[in-house]
């Protein structure tokens, strides 16, 4: 059975809400807690087919496959996959018409000025690109702000040979 929970998350961790409010829907089951109680029954689902990255020599193309609820946008390049294509290279994040774009990754959004965009691969490895505190509300959050939704384009250029060790962390 395939259920959709109705639990608000208590952290204010921004990476993965997602990750607290399966944590406390676990421990209401192990504690022999049924499932109607914190979630509706879903009774049919809607199989969508996977965008996948396309993979060029000195380029990644890859999609937006969710905006959460902050206007984060999660891409489907992964970290392995960036570090693998990107071979020590200096690398460009492109967004939309190519006029915004990201130079290095982030650890944390606060290793950006409130406001200003970041790229970071989050808690599951994927690659996000964020505004540091800029959920609706306040200025925006990169969905809006870029103009960018679900199946959205993101394109990294790799160039060069020279690494800078502060550009990604492990």
């Given at each position: 059975a395939v259920y959709d929970l109705n639990l608000p998350s208590d952290s204010d961790i921004l990476t993965f809400p997602v990750l607290h409010i399966?944590?406390?829907?676990?421990c209401h089951l192990l504690r022999?807690?049924?499932?109607?109680?914190?979630?509706?029954?879903v009774e049919s689902i809607?199989?969508?087919?996977?965008?996948?990255?396309?993979?060029?020599?000195?380029a990644i193309r890859g999609h937006v496959v969710y905006v959460d609820r902050?206007?984060?946008?999660?891409?489907?390049?992964?970290?392995?996959?960036?570090?693998?294509?990107?071979?020590?290279?200096?690398?460009?994040?492109?967004?939309?018409?190519?006029?915004?774009?990201i130079s290095k990754l982030a650890i944390h959004y606060s290793d950006v000025a409130e406001g200003?965009?970041?790229?970071?691969?989050?808690?599951?490895?994927?690659?996000?690109?964020?505004?540091?505190?800029g959920a609706p509300g306040s200025g925006g959050g990169a969905s809006q702000?870029?103009?960018?939704?679900?199946?959205?384009?993101?394109?990294?250029?790799f160039h060069g040979r020279t690494h800078r060790q502060n550009d990604i962390q492990s």
């Open positions: 399966l944590v406390k829907a676990a022999g807690g049924t499932p109607e109680v914190i979630s509706k029954r809607q199989v969508a087919h996977r965008l996948r990255p396309l993979l060029e020599e000195d902050f206007g984060n946008l999660i891409t489907d390049i992964t970290q392995s996959l960036f570090r693998e294509v990107r071979k020590e290279r200096d690398f460009t994040i492109q967004l939309r018409t190519g006029k915004t774009r200003e965009r970041l790229a970071l691969c989050n808690n599951n490895g994927h690659l996000e690109i964020a505004i540091n505190k702000l870029f103009g960018l939704r679900k199946g959205d384009l993101i394109l990294i250029l």
